[in-house]
C-alpha cells in the first residue's frame, strides 16, 4: 500500500509537472505574426498586417515588418490578431470567495488566496483572456481588496500580479450585503445591514470613520513638519486605511448594484464624500439611469443577456450595454463566471444585435474599455506600439461562433498553442490511466462483471470548445 501511494503521489506530481512545462513557453526575444487581420480596437482594423513584438511589447505594426535572424515567425495568413481580452469582474484562482462576518471587511484581501494551479486559468487563455480583475464577493457592503492580474499560467504567483494597476476594492449594494437570502443560524442574531437603507448607513459610517482617521494622521504629519517633539501618531486602523486611500484618489471603487434607486444612492453618496465610483458591477438597471452614472463619471462592467436568477435582477435589458454607451459611459461586457470567461468574445458580440453597436464598440467592451476600468489602458486593451504583447490569434473574425484561439501571447510569451494541446491529449491520456491503475483504494479486480470503465475525460481545451453555461457566483 505504501509503495502505490508513493507511485500515486509520484506519478501525480509528473502530470502536474508536464502540464506547467507545456505553459512555459520558450521565449525568443522577438516575434513575427504575418499578413493577419488586425484588430487594433483604437485605430481601426488593418488588412494584410504584420505585428511585431519585442521583449514583450508591441515594437511595431504594419506591412513588410522584419525581425531578426533568431525570432519567431507566425504566418497568419486568413487569421486575425486582436489584443487579448480583459474581464473586469472575475473570481478565478480564489481559494476563498467572501468574508462574511462583517459588513465592512476592507482589510481583507484577494491577493493573500490567489491560487496560480486553477485550471480554469488555462481555459481562459484558450479563450483569448489575458487580463481578470480578481474581486472579492458581494457579502460585504464594503468588502476586500481585489488583485489585477495577467494570466502566466504555471508560473510562481508573483509573476501574475499585474504591475502598477492601481489598487481596487469591493463594495456591494442590494440583496447580498443585506444578506436577503441568507437567514442566520437558529439562536443567532442577524448581521447588520438587513435593507438597503441599512446598507447605505454602513457605507456613510464606513467613510465619516475614515475621514476623521485620515483628519488624525493629517494632523501628526503636520505637527512632524513643524518640528515639534514628542508626537504621538494615532493608532493605525487597517480597516480605515483602504478608504482614506479611496478618498485620496489611491483605491479604485468597483461596487455590486442591480437596481436604478441604489446606483444614485451609492454615486449620491460618493459624491458627499468627494470620490468617484471606478465601476458598477453587474449594473442591470444603468440603462434607466444611463446620464447619471456619465455625468459622474463611472464606468459599467455589466452581463450581456443574464438575468432574472433574483428579483432585484428582474428588470434587466439586453440592451442596458448599447444604452449605457449611447449616453456616454464607458462600459465592458464581464463574466462572474469561470464558465463564460471563455467566451467573452461571443458575450461582446451579442451587443451588436442588441443595440446595433458597432463592432469596434463591441471589441472595446472586452479590451480598451475594461482597461480603462482598471486604470491599465496604457499598458494594454489596444494593439499599439509601445503596448504590452498581450495578443490572441485567432483562426476566424472572434465574433463568430465558428472562431477558435489557436495561440494567446501574455507580455510577448506563448503561453497558450492549441497545436501543441492538441498534440498532448494522447500523453495527457496515458498519464490518466496510469493514476487510475496507481490508485491505492482502486478495487481489485475479481470474478464477475468488471467494473464499468471511466467516463472519458476532457482535455482543457475540450473544456474550452464546450460551449455549456453555468457555474456563476453572482458575486
Not at 484562482?93 to 486553477?118: F, H, K, Q, W, Y
Not at 460585504?140 to 502598477?164: M, S
Not at 494597476?165 to 447588520?192: H, T, V
Amino acid at each position: 500500500m505504501k509503495r502505490q501511494t508513493t507511485l500515486l503521489i509520484a506519478s501525480m506530481l509528473f502530470l502536474v509537472s508536464a502540464t506547467v512545462a507545456q505553459t512555459r513557453p520558450s521565449a525568443p526575444t522577438e516575434t513575427l505574426i504575418r499578413n493577419a487581420t488586425v484588430l487594433t480596437v483604437s485605430r481601426g482594423t488593418l488588412r494584410n498586417t504584420d505585428v511585431l513584438i519585442r521583449n514583450g511589447k508591441i515594437a511595431a505594426v504594419g506591412q513588410n515588418l522584419r525581425a531578426g535572424a533568431n525570432a519567431r515567425v507566425i504566418d497568419a495568413t486568413g487569421k486575425y490578431v486582436m489584443p487579448g481580452i480583459i474581464d473586469c469582474h472575475s473570481h478565478s484562482m480564489i481559494d476563498a470567495v467572501n468574508e462574511g462576518t462583517l459588513a465592512v471587511t476592507s482589510m481583507a484581501r484577494i491577493r493573500d488566496v490567489l491560487n496560480p494551479t486553477d485550471v480554469d486559468l488555462y481555459r481562459e487563455l484558450a479563450g483569448g483572456v489575458t487580463t481578470l480583475n480578481i474581486l472579492h464577493g458581494s457579502a460585504n457592503a464594503i468588502g476586500g481588496q481585489n488583485t489585477v492580474v495577467k494570466i502566466k499560467y504555471g508560473r510562481p504567483i508573483e509573476e501574475f500580479i499585474f504591475p502598477g494597476a492601481p489598487p481596487g476594492i469591493k463594495f456591494a449594494l442590494g440583496e447580498n450585503p443585506k444578506r436577503s437570502n441568507f437567514p442566520p443560524l437558529p439562536g443567532q442574531p442577524r448581521r447588520y445591514p438587513a435593507t438597503r437603507m441599512g446598507v447605505e448607513e454602513t457605507i456613510r459610517d464606513a467613510f465619516t470613520r475614515a475621514r476623521n482617521y485620515k483628519a488624525e494622521w493629517d494632523e501628526y504629519r503636520a505637527r512632524l513638519a513643524r518640528g515639534e517633539k514628542n508626537v504621538i501618531p494615532p493608532r493605525r486602523d487597517l480597516q480605515l486605511e483602504p478608504l482614506v486611500e479611496i478618498l485620496e484618489g489611491k483605491r479604485l471603487v468597483h461596487a455590486h448594484c442591480y437596481r436604478a434607486d441604489e446606483i444614485l444612492m451609492l454615486l449620491r453618496l460618493a459624491e458627499e464624500f468627494g470620490f468617484k465610483v471606478r465601476t458598477l458591477q453587474h449594473v442591470l438597471e444603468g440603462y434607466k439611469v444611463a446620464s447619471e452614472i456619465a455625468r459622474h463619471g463611472a464606468g459599467a462592467s455589466a452581463f450581456a443577456d443574464f438575468w432574472a436568477y433574483k428579483i432585484e435582477a428582474y428588470d434587466a435589458i439586453p440592451y442596458n450595454a448599447a444604452i449605457m454607451v449611447r449616453h456616454g459611459v464607458n462600459v465592458s461586457i464581464n463574466s462572474d463566471s469561470d464558465e463564460r470567461a471563455r467566451r467573452l468574445n461571443i458575450e461582446a458580440a451579442k451587443m451588436m444585435k442588441y443595440g446595433g453597436l458597432t463592432e469596434e464598440e463591441a471589441l472595446k467592451l472586452i479590451t480598451l474599455n475594461p482597461a480603462w476600468q482598471l486604470g491599465i489602458d496604457d499598458r494594454v486593451g489596444s494593439i499599439e506600439v509601445g503596448k504590452d504583447a498581450d495578443l490572441a490569434i485567432w483562426s476566424g473574425h472572434p465574433f463568430s461562433v465558428y472562431s477558435r484561439v489557436e495561440m494567446t501571447f501574455v507580455d510577448g510569451e506563448l503561453f497558450f498553442d492549441r497545436q501543441q494541446d492538441l498534440a498532448r491529449r494522447a500523453e495527457l491520456e496515458r498519464e490518466r490511466v496510469q493514476l487510475e491503475q496507481a490508485e491505492p483504494n482502486r478495487p481489485p479486480a475479481q470474478g464477475g462483471t468488471p467494473p464499468p470503465a471511466p467516463r472519458p475525460r476532457r482535455t482543457a481545451y475540450e473544456h474550452a470548445d464546450d460551449i455549456w453555461d453555468g457555474g456563476e457566483h453572482d458575486q
